[in-house]
């Protein structure tokens, strides 16, 4: 049976990939921060399709807790599959506008949060001699955007990370990959007005965004590929 660690389980993709993950059989840690309310919501309806779960909170800019959060995984089921970097946060501001703290924040979470989980997984994994790292990127991260200066950074530099650590640890039968999902209607994008959000879309050559299910989907198939690592995927019809 795999076991797998979701972060950001409580956010809009988080409990797509949630839900399209716990159709398995399958050991599912959720990883949560702030709004453990919801996280506990999502274990109850993980754990109503018979899938074990557990919910494992932790402040993933601190390389303690991330230690304490893996140890804590490894006490209760001894092992660790896969692991989806989802956990992120984005601001639209101007750069006149990005306090020093603000983009502290945005990059300590987006971009050293998964550091120290490549960090504490990728060693794991490696006495394991398999496992599977999935990043979630942006395809902002390819082309930068106006007023989104530390997420796209912090975005373009998770693919970096990526490609660095599948080099690292290939040798060690881990895979490390980068997912692109494309907009999507979450949380994070609820603040757009649609004067926003509407040119967003039109730039897929096939008028349309990737939807929750669609890109859970993805993951789920790409999760169980094992010749694949160091690779990014976008996941909707725009072109750079």
Partial sequence: MRTILITGASGGLGQALCRAFSKEKIRIGLHVFQNQHKGKQIEQEIRSNHCETCLFPADLRNSNEVHTLFQALLEKW????????????????????????????????NLSGVFYI?????????????????????????????????????????????????????AGGVQVNTVCPGFLPTPMTASLTPEQSKPLIAENVLGRASTLEEVSEFIQTLSKMNHVSGQIFHLDSRIT
């Fill in 118 to 170: 490549l960090r504490e997984a990728g060693q794991i994994m490696e006495k394991q001699k398999k496992g599977h790292i999935i990043n979630i990127a942006s395809f902002a991260a390819l082309t930068g955007r106006v007023g989104q200066a530390p997420y796209t950074a912090s975005k373009r530099g998770l693919i970096a990370l990526a490609q660095c650590a599948a080099r690292e640890f290939g």
């Fill in 78 to 109: 001894e092992r660790i599959d896969l692991v989806i970097n989802n956990a992120g946060v984005a601001q639209n501001r101007l750069f006149q506008q990005v306090s020093s703290e603000e983009w502290d924040k945005e990059v300590h979470l």
